[in-house]
């Protein structure tokens, strides 16, 4: 099997953006996977989900990106800097804070877009799973660049129909100038209205789109809220919730596509020898 590096990706904020990229990670490794989170948004939010907001780390990806601007022989490896203790066992994180936008303009000017995907190379995870900032800079193509798949978290208003034309046009840019074999698995509806016809119109406007839409639909709860606040994601915290079993369906739709085109590719490259 081929390794997973997801990237979940929206430029629009307020979209469920880091609560999926932790619980599908959370997932991974509750199914036994190696995996890594990455934190690549200065806010830190994925990084206060899993370690609390008092628990600073020593080395976050800013350490890394600040390695990158140096002429150093012996540079430090990007698996340097991860934490290898987490509340989740399988679990390990690269944790993100501010320091990482004070970094922004050094990396731009001195063309460092590749070093996350050079950073990935020969890593020894089953799964990793990146959460950028929700915007289209440098911190998010860099993301995109070192991905194999993205997933986009959305919400049903008319603002996604917007953002979903953006994010396609931002994908195939990326794919022609930087990573060809970008694979877009598909959108994950987040705090879905049941019965409402108007859920159900932006649905079909997204589809029109371009995009295959995972499901199960991710409820809209409190109870994700309380996760935050417990430093647990709810799929560990609050397994028997419609929340957690909707994660975990996810995972495992997301996973069973992943393995069939696997399959897939493998076949046409058997026959075509």
Do not use: W
């Not at 991905?147 to 990326?174: G, L, M, R, Y």
Request: hydrophobic share 35%.
């Amino acid at each position: 099997m081929s390794q997973k590096i997801r990237v979940i990706y929206n430029q629009k904020g307020g979209v469920g953006k880091t609560t999926i990229a932790v619980n599908l990670a959370a997932c991974a490794a509750m199914k036994g996977k190696r995996t890594l989170l990455i934190d690549s948004d200065p806010q830190g939010n994925a990084t206060s989900y899993i370690l609390g907001h008092n628990n600073q780390p020593e080395k976050t990806l800013a350490d890394y990106y600040e390695s990158c601007l140096h002429i150093n022989i012996f540079r430090q490896s990007l698996f340097d800097y991860i934490i290898h203790k987490t509340n989740i066992p399988n679990l390990h994180l690269i944790a993100c804070n501010r320091e990482l936008e004070e970094l922004r303009t050094k990396l731009e000017n001195k063309h460092k877009i590749m070093k996350l995907k050079d950073g990935l190379k020969n890593n020894t995870y089953d799964h990793v799973y990146i959460d950028p900032p929700p915007a289209n800079d440098f911190f998010s193509l860099a993301c995109l660049i070192a991905a194999t798949e993205i997933i986009i978290p959305i919400d049903c208003d008319a603002f996604s129909i917007k953002a979903a034309h953006e994010i396609k046009n931002t994908i195939e840019e990326v794919k022609q100038d930087h990573n060809p074999n970008l694979l877009i698995r598909g959108m994950i509806v987040n705090q879905f209205q049941k019965g409402t016809k108007h859920s159900a119109g932006i649905l079909q406007d997204l589809r029109k789109v371009g995009f295959d839409i995972i499901e199960p639909f991710i409820p809209t709860s409190i109870k994700v809220r309380e996760s935050h606040s417990e430093v647990k994601p709810i799929v560990l915290g609050h397994q028997d919730h419609t929340v957690s079993q909707a994660f975990v369906n996810i995972f495992n739709n997301i996973e069973n596509l992943s393995n069939k085109n696997e399959k897939k590719k493998n076949y046409e490259l058997d026959t075509s020898i």
